[in-house]
Each structure stands twice: as structure tokens, then as C-alpha cells.
């Protein structure tokens, strides 16, 4: 006598729906939403009329669907979320950019001559952590110290390891009692702010640099930017900006002669110097970009002084997909101070968690939804967009 195999309950599950007599509608259904993991489920009705005749044209009701509703994909840009709804977002946001480099999809290929940089502004240091270093191929000691100094809670203040890049210690504190939490979340909080403020600045700056009025700044020159959020392995955003030059009337329109790359690099670094975003408090703090400004120029040849436009469009796509979860902490909101203990995360993931909530009962910041935020580690911002400066 023959042995039926056994099958578990999903595996039973799928068979039954494919003896059903509408499998064939329900399966182009779940192709349409691209490998979704996580589908949205629609439920409603939609009924087109001729607008002249007030003649009912089309009845489309998600309850005559084989399940009862519509399923459409749920478009979450996280990878960690939904892997084929990302993939798409990440290809798009590509293709923008590309496009905006080198033309195609309504962009004049002339553009790829216009003066552009991939800039790139950190946040400030807010204590000592530890992290790769590395030189001509080979990885260097963390932190090396000849006298073995200790910080005023005993520990390190040096590290002498050889952080690998995915090494799990790297852009953790080498000590959490002598990191500025309080300052890290709400430089976090703040970001998306200093990058508004740098926006209005760049231009002011600019029109000062030729000694004209911003009035006729306008009149000249455009400048327009793609920026995507990116998470250092510290839990602080930075962000990559691609900022480009055009004539008064856009992409179609070549810059005048004199909007050079040296020009915009120079407008770039004195206006990020000058934003400063003051943040009343019990302790008050003075929330600026870091030092560390990178600004190169974009070609479309690898080969010169700069980075090459396939190479900045990859970057920006690759980092519009990911969040705070790429550093050690969750993809879902935290809502309360007990779920903290139990959540899979690095300890200096958690202590910013912690420093969320806590600073969310202070009556100084509740215009900042530091508790809805605070599995972002208080960032709350746009994490890609494109528009032009103010």
C-alpha cells in the first residue's frame, strides 16, 4: 500500500486555491503586484459615467475579485520591508537620476555639460566611536594611543583593533557614558531643518559671491538638487546631494559662462558654515553640519578628477532603499519604553531609542515627534527628493 505524503498547511493551502475555478484571475491578480511582500488589500467600487450622457459606462466592484478585494503592491521603498517593491523604487530613482545627468525622459542631452557636484554633509562628532580605517588596501588599528589614555569613567579612549567594514563594533562608542545621546538625537531630528536652511542659504551666498541681488541671481542662473539620506553606522544621517547649474528657464537652458564647478563648490562650503539652528532646552545647543564636507565634480568619464554620473546616480539609488535599520536598529515604529529592552538591536541603536522617548516627555520638545520617530533615532525627514533651491 502506497504512503500519502504529507504536506503542511500552506502547501495544502495553495492547492486548493489552484483547483478553484477562478485561479486563473487570482493568479494574474498576485503577478500584477510584482512579487509584493506585503500587499495592500482594496476593498470598494468604481463606476465610470459619460460625462455629457450621464450613461453608466463600466461597474468594477473588488467584491466580485475571488478573494473579495483588490490586491495592489504596498510601493515601501525599504529593502528590509519589501524586497520587490524596493527593487522597483530603487530603479526609478536610478533612472531619475541618470536622467537628470545625462539627459533622456524629457531632458536635453545637453545637460550632461552643465556644472554639477555630489556633495556630501555629515553631522558633527558627538563622541569617539570606533571604525574602519583603512590605506592603500590595508586595514589600519581603530584608534591607536601610545599612553593608553582612559576617559573620566575609566574606560579606553583608545582602540587598536582592526575594525573589518561589516565589523559590528564599528560606529560604536568606545564610551556610552561619555557619548552625547541627547545631542546625537536631536541633531537627528533637526537634519532635515538644516538641509531647508542650507537650501535658502546656497543662493544668498551665491548672488553675494558676484556681487549681485538674488533678484537677479534668478533672472541668470537655476539651481536644482537630488538629495538622498544615507545613516552612518554612528546612527546619524548625512546626506549626498547632487546640486547642478542651469539657465534661467531649466535643464534646456545652458548656465552663463561664469557658473562654474569652482564657483558652486565655493557657494556650497560658506553656506553650509553658515547654517546654525539653535535648540532651546535645559541644556541649549547650537545644531550644525559637521566638518567633514566632501564636494566633487560629476562627469560622464570615470577616468577625470571627480565621479563619474553612472557611479553617483548608483549611490544615490542604492541608499533611497535603505533606513535606519541598515545600523543595528528596527523598521518599525517603538511606542513605548518597555518594548525597548526586548528589541533586537545594538546596545548604542538602543540607548538612542531610549534617548527618544525620554526627550519626548519634556515639555521643550514636543513640536518634535521624538516617540513616533525614535525607531528612526529621531530623524524624520524626506530620505530622497529633488526640487530646486529656494
Known sequence: MREVPSFSSDVLAAMRRAAMPDFGRWQRMVYATGGCAQPVRLHGERITVDAGTGEVLDVYRTADEPTGFLLTACGNRRASRCPACSATYKDDTYHLIISGLRGGKGVPEDVSAHPRVFATFTAPSFGVVHGHREKDGKTLPCRPRRDLPVCEHGRPEGCGARHDRDDPQVGQPLCVSCYDYEGAVL????????????????????????????????????????????????GLVHFHAVIRLDGPDGPADHPPD??????????????????????????????????????????????????????????????????????????????HMWEVRNLDVTEHARRMIYTCLLLDDLPEYRDLPLRQWSHMLGYRGHFSDLARFS
Not at 542650507?198 to 538674488?214: D, E, H, Q, Y
Request: proline content about 5%; glycine content about 6%; cysteine-free.
Open 187 to 234: 541633531w537627528n531630528a533637526h537634519a532635515g531643518r538644516l538641509w531647508r536652511e542650507f537650501t535658502k542659504t546656497v543662493p544668498s551666498v551665491f548672488a553675494r559671491l558676484l556681487g549681485i541681488s538674488r533678484t537677479d541671481l534668478r533672472s541668470m542662473l537655476r539651481l536644482s538638487y537630488a538629495k538622498v539620506a544615507e545613516y552612518q553606522a554612528r
Open 258 to 335: 561664469w557658473a562654474t564647478v569652482p564657483l558652486l563648490d565655493e557657494a556650497i562650503r560658506q553656506a553650509a558654515r553658515q547654517v546654525v539652528i539653535p535648540v532651546q532646552g535645559e541644556r541649549p545647543v547650537s545644531l550644525r553640519w559637521g566638518d567633514q564636507l566632501d564636494v566633487r565634480p560629476v562627469y560622464v568619464s570615470a577616468d577625470l578628477d571627480g565621479v563619474s554620473d553612472r557611479r553617483v546616480a548608483s549611490y544615490v539609488a542604492k541608499y533611497a532603499t535603505k533606513g535606519a535599520e541598515s545600523v543595528g536598529t528596527v523598521d518599525r515604529p517603538v511606542r
